[in-house]
């Protein structure tokens, strides 16, 4: 019997000194806007793995990352992660530059895998087992991207890591968020990024822009909100796969979007609308 898993929930000391430091930032919600999920796909954007810097990899930023995940797997949630690659390589910005548009998304997909394995170094140092899958084969870094393989991962209590999108080009890994989502039976995929929340306008710009608690999937589709590309909020309406966006660097956001707290915005189907009133 494989114990790697056990190894991975025996390093309680270092995954509970996380946790706690998370959870002393919550407060006690006071109204719940969906039950507690037992399985989610946290979609992190790479632009964030940078930190201040405009390229590369910011050691700090991916431990605090890293530390958000593992409070959650403590709560005993089955936590799967898909990687974007913005702060290596974006395709279409690589394709108006004048490199092919399908090699140039190729190069992108090869810029999540270092995000992915950045990640896992820190994941585990924090003792949670934690395996990387590319939908593009490279067996001496990680394990081909096997669906009732990552399931068994999330049952043993390890996280896994996707990388390489889709292997397909023309596809975001917002839509290969939502695909393995849906693929390994996810409750919910929840959206990282460095905004509370959906808004009308870019906050950055904009400060009157305005933020939306809920949203009907078409309501994102129908006001071009930038939330996630078309593809991929297509892929969950269809399939009822609530998104939560949120605040990846806040402490305690994503064990409180988790646990059902108002936090973000959650995109879900009509019949929720009002909820998060």
């Known amino acids: 019997m494989d114990d790697s898993a056990e190894r991975g929930r025996g390093a309680v000391p270092v995954i509970g000194a996380v946790a706690d430091e998370a959870s002393a930032y919550l407060e006690m919600p006071d109204e719940r806007v969906h039950r507690p999920w037992r399985r989610v796909v946290v979609k992190l954007s790479g632009e964030a793995f940078s930190g201040d810097e405009p390229l590369g990899i910011s050691p700090e930023v991916v431990y605090r990352i890293a530390s958000e995940i593992v409070a959650v797997v403590q709560d005993g949630v089955e936590v799967a992660a898909v990687v974007g690659g913005g702060n290596m390589f974006r395709g279409r910005a690589l394709a108006d530059s004048g490199i092919d548009r399908s090699r140039a998304d190729y190069m992108g997909m090869l810029g999540t895998v270092i995000n992915c394995l950045a990640l896992q170094d820190v994941l ?33 209590g390890r996280i896994v890591i996707f990388g390489a999108g889709l292997g397909a080009p023309f596809f975001s890994t917002d839509t290969c968020a939502a695909q393995r989502a849906l693929e390994i039976g996810a409750e919910a995929l929840l959206k990282g990024t460095q905004v509370d929340g959906v808004y009308d306008a870019d906050p950055h710009k ?40 949120f605040d990846m660097m806040e402490k305690g956001n994503v064990v409180r979007a988790v646990r059902g707290e108002k936090i973000g915005t959650l995109v879900s189907q009509p019949a929720d609308a009002g909820a998060r009133g």
């Open 206 to 245: 904009i400060p009157e822009a305005v933020r939306f608690d809920q949203l009907d999937y078409a309501d994102v589709l129908r006001l071009g909100l930038k939330v996630m590309d078309a593809t991929a909020v297509s892929l969950a309406m269809d399939n009822g796969l609530p998104i939560v966006v």
């Open 124 to 156: 585990e140092k924090l003792g949670v087992d934690t395996r990387v899958q590319t939908s593009i084969t490279m067996g001496q870094v990680a394990e081909p991207y096997i669906p009732r393989r990552a399931i068994r991962h999330l049952e043993k």
